[in-house]
C-alpha cells in the first residue's frame, strides 16, 4: 500500500537546489557533527541550502510538516543549536559566499560564512570588520548574538558594522533588514540571535587595517597570574581604542613556542593585537611586555590573517567541550583569586580560561542601540573545559571544574554574553539582556515568529 504523505525529503526535493542529506546518505554522520564532538544528535534531514530560495523553501516545509528545525551556520554553539533530534537542520554551511565593495568599503557575506572567509576577502583589499577570536567560528551566529573579538575596542562590535541583513522569516517571507527597511527586525537582530528567521546574507562596514599588525603572545607562569591580572585591570582601563588584549589562563601545550620547563604547568597568556601605527604600538606595549618575567614574548609585526587563525588549534572540531560564562566587572583582588585558585584546579591540559577585556569604541554605543547589553562592563571570562572522545568517561570530572569555577564568581557577575551560553541557555537568557531590552525582543518575537519556529537558540519567546 502507497502512503500518501511525502517523506520531507520527498516534499522539499521538488523545490530545493542544494543537497539532501537524509539518514541513509553516505554523507549523514559527518553532515550531523558540529563543532562541539560532545553533540551527537540524529535530524531526520539536513537540508544543505544553496540560496535564500532553498531556506526558504525548507522553512515551509519544516513547517507543513510539523517538524522541528534547527538552523546551522558555522556549527560552533557550545550547546550544538544547530542540529537537531529528529528535525530538520537548514544548514547553510555552502552558502559561504562574499563580495567586497572597496569603493564602499562593505562586505557582503553568505550566512554560513566563517571568520576566516570574511578576513580572506576583505585583507585582500587591507579592510576588516570586527570577527572572533577564532576564525572557524560562524558569523552569523557569532553576529547575531552581538560578535566581539580582536577589534572590538577601535571598531566596535560585529553588529556595530552591520548594515543591513537579508532574511527569510518564520513564514518563508524573505525580508530586509536594516536602519531604514523594518528598523525595528535591524534592532533585534543586532544581539537577539537567531530567534527572528534565517539570515540568508550580512553587509557589514569594513575599516582599513593591516595587512600587517602589531601582535602576538606573552606568557608567564602561574605565580604571576595575580601580577598579570591587576596590570590587566588597570592598564586597559586607560588604553588606545586600539589595543586589544585577551587573557588566557591554561596549562602551557608542549609546543616549541613554550620553553620545555613550562609544559604542562599553568600559566597566563595575554593575546594582544595592536590595530594601529606600528612604532606607537610598540610604546603603548613597553610596561606590558616589561611586566614580570615572562616565559614567552611572540609579539611582532605579523599578518592579521594569520593572527586570527592564532588560537585556531587550541580549540578543534571534534573535542569534547563544556563551558559555562560570567561577565564582569574591573577584575576586582576577590575576582583575581578565584580565577587563580580555580587555575590551580584545572582538570584537563586542553581546558582554558579567556578573559575577553572590553571598553573602546564598543563600549561608547548606548545600550539601547542594539539588543547587545552592558556595554560598560569590563571584562567576559568564559570558562572552557575541554577533553577527547575516547575520555567521555570522565566528563563527570570536567564539569564539575567548570561549575564549581563558576559558581564561586557567581556573586561578581553582570551577566552573560548570549553568545557564550551553553546549556544553561535556557535558563539564562533573560540574563543575556536588560529588562527594557527583554521586553522589546519578545515583543518582536511575537511579531516575527509568534510560533516560536526558530527555538534551537538561546530562545527568546514571543510576548
Ligand atoms: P551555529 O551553531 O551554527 O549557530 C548558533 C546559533 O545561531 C543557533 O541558534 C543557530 O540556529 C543560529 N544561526 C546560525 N546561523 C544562522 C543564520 N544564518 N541565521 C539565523 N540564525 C542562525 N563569539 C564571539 O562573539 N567572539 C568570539 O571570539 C567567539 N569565539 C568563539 C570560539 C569558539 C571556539 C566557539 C566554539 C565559539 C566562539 N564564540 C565567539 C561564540 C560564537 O559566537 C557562538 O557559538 C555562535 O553561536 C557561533 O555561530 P555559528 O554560526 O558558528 O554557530
Known sequence: ??????????????????????????????????????????????ARCRGAADVAAAVRIARQQGLPASVRGGGHAVAG?????DGLVVDLSAMSGTRVDPAARTIQVEGGCLNADVDRESQAFGLAVTGGFVSHTGVAGL????????????????????????????DGERLT?????????????????????????????????GPSILAGLIAWPADQAPTVLAFLRDFIADAPDEL???????????????????????????????????????????????????????????????????????????????????RLGPLTDEVISVICANLEKIS???SSVPIFSFGGAMARVPDDATAFPHRDASHDINIVASWLPEQAGEADRHRAWVRGFFDELAPHSRGVYVNF????????????YSPAQWTRLTALKAAYDPTNFFNQNANIPPQ
Open 81 to 85: 543549536h544547530a542540529v537537531i533530534d
Open 244 to 326: 586589544g588584549l585577551m587573557a588566557n589562563l591554561r596549562l602551557a601545550p608542549p609546543l616549541p613556542v613554550f620553553p620545555e620547563s613550562v609544559h604542562g604547568k599553568p600559566i597566563i597568556g595575554m593575546v594582544v593585537t595592536w590595530a594601529g601605527a606600528i612604532e606607537e604600538g610598540e610604546e603603548v606595549l613597553r610596561p606590558l611586555r616589561a611586566l614580570g618575567t615572562p616565559v614567552v614574548d611572540s609579539v611582532t609585526t605579523k599578518a592579521y590573517t594569520a593572527h586570527q587563525k592564532m588560537l585556531d588549534p587550541a580549540v578543534p572540531h571534534g573535542r569534547h567541550y563544556y563551558w559555562k560564562s560570567h
Open 177 to 209: 533588514a536594516s536602519a531604514d527597511e523594518n528598523p525595528d527586525l535591524f534592532w533585534g537582530l543586532r544581539g537577539g540571535g537567531g530567534n527572528f528567521g534565517v539570515v540568508t546574507s550580512f553587509t557589514f562596514d569594513l575599516q582599513p587595517l
Open 1 to 46: 500500500m502507497s502512503t500518501l504523505v511525502a517523506s520531507p525529503t520527498e516534499a522539499l526535493a521538488a523545490d530545493f537546489a542544494g543537497e539532501l542529506i537524509d539518514r541513509d546518505h553516505p554523507s549523514y554522520d559527518a553532515a550531523r557533527q558540529v563543532w562541539n564532538g560532545d553533540i551527537q544528535r540524529r535530524p531526520v534531514l539536513i
Open 421 to 432: 551560553t551553553s546549556d544553561d541557555a535556557h535558563h539564562r537568557v533573560r540574563e543575556a
Open 143 to 170: 553576529t547575531l548574538g552581538g560578535g566581539i573579538g580582536h577589534l572590538m575596542r577601535k571598531f566596535g562590535l560585529a553588529i556595530d558594522a552591520l548594515r543591513s541583513c537579508d532574511i527569510v522569516t518564520a
Open 348 to 350: 584537563s591540559p586542553m
